[in-house]
């Protein structure tokens, strides 16, 4: 008697299986800078499942750059699965396309997920990503290189421009004598 060998992920195979939050840039890129990779990552409660989920996102989406799990337990029969996607104006839409092909796997529908980013959770949505999350490296380094320059002035190291000015500002500044 022969038994079939099914590999992969099923229909609702990962139900009861994964944690309905998607955590966003909690961790860092493996594949280049943080201000040009997104990384979003998923509790899952099984080995097998975080691999075979890992393998759904790498073959399943041409704009999901890597996808991987954690090396081993955060918790006990905890995972971590973590995707890179490029920071781009349109990442939250793809985001947003990763979590409504997951309620195939899941029991979870779009409005069941919540979304941590920065220390605070709330309610999943491509506009409320969008809105909290940089969606591209000059937004991402905008954000981040002010808390950066705090450091280098109590270090007593010039600060990097942040902002590129705009003509409007040029002109402003050259209006009012200090450029």
């Not at 590999?7 to 955590?23: A, F, P, R």
């Not at 509790?43 to 759904?56: H, M, Y």
């Amino acid at each position: 008697m022969f038994r079939h060998l099914l590999e992969g992920l099923q229909y609702k195979d990962l139900e009861g299986i994964m944690k309905s939050t998607v955590h966003i840039d909690e961790f860092a890129s493996k594949m280049g800078d943080d201000d040009d990779i997104v990384v979003v990552s998923f509790f899952v409660r099984d080995l097998q499942a975080a691999k075979d989920l890992v393998g759904w996102f790498e073959k399943g989406y041409d704009f999901v750059l890597d996808a991987d799990r954690s090396p081993g337990e955060i918790k006990p029969s905890r995972y971590l699965v973590y995707v890179e996607l490029r920071r781009r104006p349109n990442v939250a839409k793809q985001v947003g396309t990763l979590i409504e092909d997951l309620g195939t796997l899941t029991e979870f529908d779009d409005k069941d997920w919540t979304m941590r980013y920065d220390g605070r959770t709330q309610p999943w949505s491509v506009e409320a990503m969008s809105k909290t999350v940089p969606m591209t490296p000059a937004d991402y380094r905008a954000a981040h290189d002010d808390d950066l320059n705090e450091v280098r002035k109590a270090a007593g190291i010039e600060p990097k421009k942040v902002h590129k000015p705009t003509p409007e500002t040029l002109a402003m500044q050259s209006a009012a004598g200090i450029r």
